[in-house]
């Protein structure tokens, strides 16, 4: 047996940041392209940007700097504060998965 649990952050009741947004930011970084990124996570690009639009508002920090395509392409990129609240999330996460591990142990090992 193994225990799985899923956090996300809310602000206000609305859903701000979970593992999906996580996965979205993780590829733009990978990538340098929303397009590329969204489509690596399957969502469309629409989508992604809402869900990019939404978590810059409810955070009230810019996560994506974009450029205008041209001869090379546009791309975008994290910018530090989303890199910082990316590695905050990941810290976050793992404490609460260790924890719970631990206290399922705990409860079912008896």
Do not use: C
């Amino acid at each position: 047996m193994k225990v799985k649990s899923k956090i996300w952050i809310e602000v206000s009741g609305e859903p701000v940041f979970g593992r999906g947004r996580r996965f979205l930011l993780e590829a733009i970084d990978r990538y340098g392209s929303i397009n590329r990124a969204a489509r690596e996570i399957n969502i469309s690009y629409r989508k992604a940007w809402s869900y990019i639009k939404a978590m810059e508002e409810r955070l009230g920090i810019r996560l994506v700097e974009t450029r205008v395509g041209g001869v090379n392409g546009g791309g975008a990129k994290l910018t530090e504060e989303a890199r910082e609240f990316l590695k905050k999330y990941a810290e976050l996460e793992d404490y609460l998965r260790q924890t719970a591990n631990r206290k399922f142990k705990e409860i079912f090992d008896r």
